[in-house]
């Protein structure tokens, strides 16, 4: 029987990620007349013993740093009427397209076919990934050959051409610290510049250097082969759909290097002088919203972000165009991936420009259909853009009101719309649709409309953990204004209804007040206390009381052993006890070196009370400096520089000789 397939695989001493490999081909191995050739290039006996289990031809390689040397090496070796080729650190998701592709004899009717390599950019992430259609299967002609020391072609390229689903996972490109990136690059581009010295009017060579330079962020090395590589392909006559990808990065690599106006400027010029494919148009025209942005030519802007819609919705429909004018990283899937930053600009541009209906037209753009993760990153990038356009708060409700879209984020829009406009009954009704939304950035503005118009939140509370609403029990009260005391005592009012949730809820706006000094008449003893009890008052409940004892104590968090040795240091403060109280506030920061801040503040209020110098304070009092030194040193290691700012300026208050101090705070206003 004439063999239908023969798989080359290339294998090194990846062991795991060869059988898994070739498990995922095991399915065509058994369904179609095939074989499976390895070229194999490592020394392990222990894979080597993996690869002869799966076929006998093993082919022994000494690897030369040249790809295309060890592919025809399984070329020369193969019989099959098609021949598809791979690598190890592959492996197919489902193979069924490809069995019925030779089943049902379609193969005949084609000379190529391209399938889908799946690029992960990070190792431990499933979502974040490019999509490219990689020719890697073809009918074998006599004359069949790889070509190029790396990024190796297998030649000659021959039409009709077909396109198929099925894709393979590829973690190759992904990145721990870049150190992969670096590795890769410093392997590849000494290939790269070698293959130009043999071939330097080569523009394919070009473009493989322009991506491994921009891997690399050398973006002026990567705009010089742009240019290189299209004056080459001026050169020659022969047509290469690299040449797509030298002219769609050229203005790419001039704004990563921060030229925003050379950048647009030669975008502009490319796209009206050469009027290039579609996937290099939409490209472009990315490069040239975001510069619109930067540069404030904000009606060039709307007709860019008009045009890149224009070119990607036909690209969206025929999926096989795009397929054609793809080359290396300049694909379908890279414009798609960063399309919902490239609709933020156009939004910019439109709400400056003051073009409401252009800005309706482009929200009207967005994925909406679509749920997930990729909803999730719409509302995030429309979330940042309403950030970063404060002043237009009113223009960009009103677009959503007028926006017939039906999806739970402009539902939420129009509930803050109809909330702005006094329509109560119609902001309640809008409000009821929302109570669902569990979106990070959304939750905190949905708990805030509720405070303000007595809403029942408690659908909503159901649905979240109580770690999760601390974080937006701290949002709820970092959105209030420092001397808003009507909306604070709302708040505590609001909190009361609320059980366990309100509890905590009421701790966070006692924290804060004794933080920012700004809640109530009472004395700072009276406010400490009022912290300490409403921070016990909800551990107590969350507790059993047998934990609150000396000896099981350690089972409980850290925060809740903090109040405990400030409760012990507020009895102590009422009988003036104050050497001892040092040692316990001491203890307390031991326990939680987060609460070192507030630390400061009790110090710096005990040294008030006592009126004499802290540093008369003896033992005790050098010991707990040395331990706030100490928090701070941990939280610049961390980069909390906003965080560790205050804790030195109440230490230099009482400490101002301490030069460490000195250089810290210096540190930290350097980087805040």
Not at 335 to 360: F, I, K, M, Q
Not at 523 to 542: A, P, V
Not at 634 to 656: D, N, Y
Request: charged letters at 25%; hydrophobic letters at 35%; proline letters at 3%.
């Amino acid at each position: 029987m004439q063999i239908q397939l023969t798989i080359s695989l290339l294998a090194s001493d990846r062991g795991r990620m060869l059988e898994r490999c070739l498990e995922s081909i095991r399915p065509l191995l058994l369904g179609l007349p095939s074989e499976l050739i390895i070229v194999y290039t490592g020394k392990s006996e222990e894979v080597l013993q993996t690869a002869k289990k799966y076929t006998d031809k093993v082919i022994p390689f000494q690897w030369c740093d040249d790809f295309s040397a060890a592919r025809n090496v399984g070329l020369r070796e193969a019989r099959g009427e098609w021949f598809l080729y791979l690598d190890d650190d592959e492996w197919f998701e489902d193979v069924e397209e490809i069995l019925q592709f030779f089943l049902t004899n379609e193969y005949r009717r084609y000379n190529f076919s391209y399938y889908i390599q799946r690029n992960y950019k990070k190792a431990d992430s499933n979502f974040e990934y490019t999509d490219v259609f990689v020719g890697r299967m073809a009918k074998r002609m006599p004359n069949s050959q790889f070509l190029y020391r790396i990024h190796e072609q297998l030649q000659p390229y021959r039409k009709p051409v077909k396109y198929l689903r099925s894709y393979v996972h590829h973690y190759g490109y992904c990145t721990v610290k870049d150190k992969v990136v670096n590795i890769r690059g410093s392997r590849n581009i000494p290939l790269l510049e070698a293959d130009l010295v043999k071939n330097p009017l080569r523009g394919a060579t070009y473009a493989q250097l322009v991506q491994e330079y921009s891997a690399m962020c050398a973006y002026d090395k990567a705009e010089e082969c742009c240019r290189k590589g299209r004056e080459a392909y001026k050169e020659t006559v022969k047509t290469d759909i690299c040449q797509h990808l030298v002219t769609a990065f050229l203005p790419v690599t001039i704004r990563a290097q921060g030229d925003n106006r050379r950048a647009f400027l030669t975008g502009e010029e490319v796209l009206q002088k050469e009027k290039p494919c579609e996937l290099v148009t939409a490209t472009i025209c990315q490069t040239l919203v975001a510069a619109c942005v930067e540069l404030k030519e904000y009606e060039k802007g709307i007709n860019y972000i008009s045009l890149y819609h224009k070119t990607l919705t036909r690209l969206r429909k025929d999926e096989d165009l795009a397929a054609t004018q793809q080359a290396g990283n300049l694909n379908l899937s890279s414009v798609e991936n960063v399309s919902l930053g490239t609709y933020a600009g156009g939004l910019v541009c439109a709400l400056h420009a003051d073009c409401l209906e252009d800005v309706r037209r482009i929200l009207s753009w967005l994925p909406w259909e679509k749920e997930g993760k990729e909803s999730e990153v719409c509302v995030g990038a429309l979330e940042n853009w309403k950030e970063t356009s404060p002043m237009y708060e009113e223009q960009i409700l009103e677009c959503f009101w007028k926006l017939d879209v039906q999806h739970s984020y402009v539902t939420f829009q129009k509930a803050l719309y109809a909330e702005k406009h006094g329509e109560e009954q119609q902001a309640a009704e809008l409000f009821q649709k929302c109570i669902r939304i569990k979106h990070p950035l959304l939750l905190p503005q949905i708990l805030e409309m509720a405070i303000r118009n007595d809403y029942d939140i408690s659908g909503i509370l159901r649905n979240i953990d109580l770690r999760t609403w601390e974080e937006y029990a701290d949002k709820l009260w970092e959105n209030i204004e420092i001397n808003d005391e009507a909306a604070a005592n709302r708040l505590l009012t609001f909190s009361e209804e609320l059980g366990l949730h309100g509890r905590l809820l009421r701790h966070k706006g006692v924290e804060r007040a004794i933080q920012q000094d700004m809640y109530g008449d009472n004395s700072w003893l009276d406010k400490l206390n009022e912290y300490i009890e409403s921070g016990l008052s909800y551990y107590g409940t969350l507790y059993n009381k047998e934990l609150f004892t000396e000896e099981n104590e350690g089972l409980l968090p850290q925060k809740c052993r903090f109040l405990l040795r400030l409760s012990e240091l507020a009895e102590m403060l009422k009988d003036n006890r104050y050497s001892e109280g040092i040692s316990r506030l001491s203890l307390a920061v031991q326990a939680y070196p987060q609460g070192a801040t507030l630390a400061g503040r009790i110090l710096h209020q005990m040294q008030k009370d006592m009126n004499r110098p802290a540093v008369a304070q003896g033992e005790e009092f050098q010991t707990l400096s040395l331990q706030m030194k100490a928090a701070v040193q941990g939280l610049l290691v961390q980069k909390q520089f906003q965080e560790a700012l205050p804790i030195v300026q109440k230490l230099l208050e009482i400490l101002p000789e301490d030069l460490e101090l000195l250089k810290m705070k210096q540190t930290i206003l350097r980087n805040c």
